[in-house]
């Protein structure tokens, strides 16, 4: 990550928001050598902010995307734990 002072990003945005911008990588803003900002893409900020899936809607929607078939997870172990319930 690419640290920059305030001054140094008032003489240099532009610079800087190309940077950014090719890159995809964060700068840190300093004022009297404290960071007191980060700025990032779109992109970043987006999956960052995105809402959170509760567990339950995660695993239906890896379900969705996933065939379990393809993970190489030995399928009777979901038959041995209906049993054990039963």
Known sequence: MQKYSMTEINNNL???M???EKTGTPVELTQSGKTIA???SKDEYDELTKP???PWDALM???EKEKIENLNIDTTI???RQAQNG
Do not use: G, P, Q, T
């Open 52 to 54: 959170k899936l509760s």
């Open 61 to 63: 929607a890896f379900r």
């Open 38 to 40: 980060i700025l990032l």
């Open 78 to 80: 979901f038959d041995e």
């Open 14 to 16: 532009s610079a800087v």
């Open 18 to 20: 190309l940077m950014m």
